[in-house]
């Protein structure tokens, strides 16, 4: 069964900084599109960033230049470095690991990015 866990979230002061990582485990990780996603009290959940096992990458146009997705595939694991972060990017981080062409996915449980004074 494919576990994905989430680490690295926390509080940061506006302007700071935070590394996610996500591990997945129960796969083969190579199968698998990476993705981070977002959600805030209220509001749906939106992609912010993607990668394939070969590299590309999709960034959403609110944190490009600010946010960098990138993955170890001996290791297992999908990153998201986040930079110069405001309020507006606080929000639940989910990672997201989906089969290209195909609806299946799997979800981690989160981890929470709080960007306060």
């Known amino acids: 069964q494919v576990q994905l866990v989430e680490s690295g979230g926390g509080l940061v002061q506006p302007g700071g900084s935070l590394r996610l990582s996500c591990a997945l485990s129960g796969s083969i990780f190579s199968m698998y599109v990476m993705g981070w996603y977002r959600q805030a009290p209220g509001e749906q959940r939106e992609l912010v960033a993607s990668i394939t096992s070969g590299g590309s990458t999709n960034v959403a146009d609110s944190v490009k230049g600010r946010f960098t997705i990138s993955r170890d595939n001996a290791k297992k694991t999908v990153y998201l470095e986040m930079n110069r972060l405001n309020p507006e990017d606080t929000a639940r981080y989910y990672c997201?690991?989906?089969?290209?062409?195909?609806?299946?996915?799997?979800w981690g449980q989160g981890t929470q990015v709080t960007v306060s004074l």
């Open positions: 997201n690991a989906r089969v290209r062409t195909s609806a299946v996915g799997y």
